[in-house]
């Protein structure tokens, strides 16, 4: 069974970094695809990035892609989401998915339903 946990939100300031890690205590994430989505109230959950479970496909929302890097690291069952030059409109709460891996992900990674297995999100405010 897969047991998400995110860590690493904060309060920044306009163009700080932070990384965020999405670990799972059942230590079976290296077997997923996985995605990290954030959330603000009142609107729709959105996908920030995606990795697939060996790590060697990665996928970007237009939004972050060049700021944004997911990586992995299935030795540790962790996954991260480095976030550079950081804007306000990335406030928000940020959550990381697990997907079982295969066609579906491959053609759906940017969806909510494609994934299985949710953290509670970590909350991230970026401010001037």
């Known amino acids: 069974q897969v047991h998400l946990a995110e860590s690493g939100g904060g309060s920044v300031q306009i163009g700080a970094s932070l990384r965020l890690s999405c670990e799972d205590s059942g230590r079976t994430l290296s077997r997923y695809a996985v995605g990290w989505f954030r959330q603000t109230p009142g609107k729709e959950r959105e996908i920030v990035a995606a990795i697939s479970y060996s790590g060697g496909t990665t996928y970007y929302s237009d939004s972050v892609k060049g700021r944004f890097t997911i990586s992995r690291d299935n030795a540790k069952n962790t996954v991260y989401l480095q976030m550079n030059s950081l804007k306000p409109e990335d406030t928000a709460g940020y959550h990381c998915?697990?997907?079982?891996?295969?066609?579906?992900?491959?053609?759906?990674?940017?969806?909510?339903?494609?994934?299985?297995?949710w953290g509670q999100g970590t909350q991230v405010t970026v401010s001037s």
């Open positions: 998915a697990a997907a079982i891996p295969g066609g579906r992900w491959l053609a759906k990674w940017a969806e909510i339903r494609t994934y299985d297995f």
